[in-house]
């Protein structure tokens, strides 16, 4: 009996250990920043330009007019340092767009929808790069739950960028996957400033925890229990928030101002069939474009008359 009970407590240490060690392992795959997140060379060259070629012009000749700047400012409630590009436009009379970038991506890589808010709708454009991605400082990556926060003091520097004597800035917050998560979660804070006139959430997932089990179950084959519960548990202790609270879909339910809901119907990384329950939530106003044949954040690049024409509809309802 003595050493049935060895070894059945055995067993359970190993296990134990077994589930640690994976838990721990899928936290830092998950969280952990790109190690050259600052390589600004390769996200300009490997993946701006190489979705878009004809970007490469018009990045020099912003850069060469000082059109393209850089600004850093230090999070007050974190004390990181953190880094956007911007681009003040003379035709905008304050109208402003903050463009939030996606997972392990970084402001460089979406400059092209910088490009259609600046030349197209003539807006300032300011586009931070989250915690832990780019050239900003941080441990580890939030999915869009407490970058929120970081969100909410970037539209407090838009103001300060934008607004002068005559035209007080007029703010559309527009975030692609986990940046449309970002944007999400802004939406739903009670203490928004008045500049913010609208949202607009391009391929946004329902919570940390769906997209989490998504991927177990896609990429790795796995169920959620028990490694999304361990690994939440974990992500609580560790850096103080959980899969299931890190959730847009709770966020958008508290959401008053406009929002335009943009998802691709062949996406699978996260699943199209997320938006639904998204849009349900949103109290009005609301709008919402699929974009037929698309595949994860592609819904631009496979349809930039269409969506910017939709994009373009919802400005003219937000900012009369």
């Given at each position: 009996?003595?050493?049935?009970?060895?070894?059945?407590?055995?067993?359970?240490?190993?296990?134990?250990?077994?589930?640690?060690?994976?838990?721990?392992?899928?936290?830092?795959?998950?969280?952990?920043?790109?190690?050259?997140?600052?390589?600004?060379?390769?996200?300009?060259?490997?993946?701006?330009?190489?979705?878009?070629?004809?970007?490469?012009?018009?990045?020099?000749?912003?850069?060469?007019?000082?059109?393209?700047?850089?600004?850093?400012?230090?999070?007050?409630?974190?004390?990181?340092?953190?880094?956007?590009?911007?681009?003040?436009?003379?035709?905008?009379?304050?109208?402003?767009?903050?463009?939030?970038?996606?997972?392990?991506?970084?402001?460089?890589?979406?400059?092209?929808?910088?490009?259609?808010?600046?030349?197209?709708?003539?807006?300032?454009?300011?586009?931070?790069?989250?915690?832990?991605?780019?050239?900003?400082?941080?441990?580890?990556?939030?999915?869009?739950?407490?970058?929120?926060?970081?969100?909410?003091?970037?539209?407090?520097?838009?103001?300060?960028?934008?607004?002068?004597?005559?035209?007080?800035?007029?703010?559309?917050?527009?975030?692609?996957?986990?940046?449309?998560?970002?944007?999400?979660?802004?939406?739903?804070?009670?203490?928004?400033?008045?500049?913010?006139?609208?949202?607009v959430e391009d391929c946004g997932f329902t919570?940390?925890?769906?997209?989490?089990?998504?991927?177990?179950?896609?990429?790795?084959?796995?169920?959620?229990?028990?490694?999304?519960?361990?690994?939440?548990?974990?992500?609580?202790?560790?850096?103080?928030?959980?899969?299931?609270?890190?959730?847009?879909?709770?966020?958008?339910?508290?959401?008053?101002?406009?929002?335009?809901?943009?998802?691709?119907?062949?996406?699978?990384?996260?699943?199209?069939?997320?938006?639904?329950?998204?849009?349900?939530?949103?109290?009005?106003?609301?709008?919402?474009?699929?974009?037929?044949?698309?595949?994860?954040?592609?819904?631009?690049?496979?349809?930039?008359?269409?969506?910017?024409?939709?994009?373009?509809?919802?400005?003219?309802?937000?900012?009369?």
């Amino acid at each position: 009996m003595k050493k049935m009970l060895i070894v059945v407590i055995s067993i359970l240490v190993v296990l134990a250990l077994g589930l640690w060690i994976a838990t721990d392992y899928m936290l830092k795959f998950s969280l952990s920043p790109d190690p050259n997140r600052a390589d600004t060379d390769s996200a300009y060259n490997k993946v701006l330009y190489s979705r878009f070629p004809d970007m490469r012009p018009w990045v020099d000749q912003m850069t060469t007019n000082q059109l393209l700047r850089d600004t850093f400012v230090v999070m007050p409630h974190s004390g990181e340092r953190h880094h956007a590009l911007y681009i003040p436009s003379d035709r905008s009379n304050g109208k402003t767009a903050i463009i939030v970038h996606g997972y392990k991506d970084c402001a460089i890589k979406f400059l092209y929808m910088g490009r259609m808010y600046y030349d197209v709708f003539g807006y300032n454009v300011l586009m931070p790069d989250l915690s832990a991605h780019g050239q900003s400082e941080g441990e580890s990556i939030r999915m869009g739950w407490k970058d929120s926060d970081d969100l909410l003091y970037w539209t407090k520097v838009a103001e300060k960028l934008f607004s002068d004597g005559q035209n007080r800035c007029s703010i559309v917050v527009h975030g692609v996957s986990m940046g449309a998560a970002t944007t999400m979660n802004l939406s739903g804070k009670s203490d928004l400033p008045l500049s913010i006139r609208g949202f607009v959430e391009d391929c946004g997932f329902t919570s940390v925890w769906d997209e989490f089990k998504e991927e177990l179950k896609n990429r790795f084959s796995l169920p959620a229990f028990p490694l999304l519960y361990t690994g939440s548990a974990l992500c609580k202790a560790r850096y103080g928030w959980s899969f299931k609270e890190a959730s847009p879909l709770e966020s958008v339910k508290r959401c008053s101002y406009p929002m335009l809901f943009i998802h691709g119907d062949a996406d699978t990384f996260v699943p199209s069939w997320m938006v639904h329950p998204l849009f349900e939530s949103k109290p009005c106003p609301k709008y919402i474009w699929i974009a037929k044949g698309s595949e994860h954040a592609l819904a631009y690049k496979d349809h930039p008359i269409e969506y910017t024409h939709e994009v373009r509809k919802f400005l003219n309802e937000i900012m009369k």
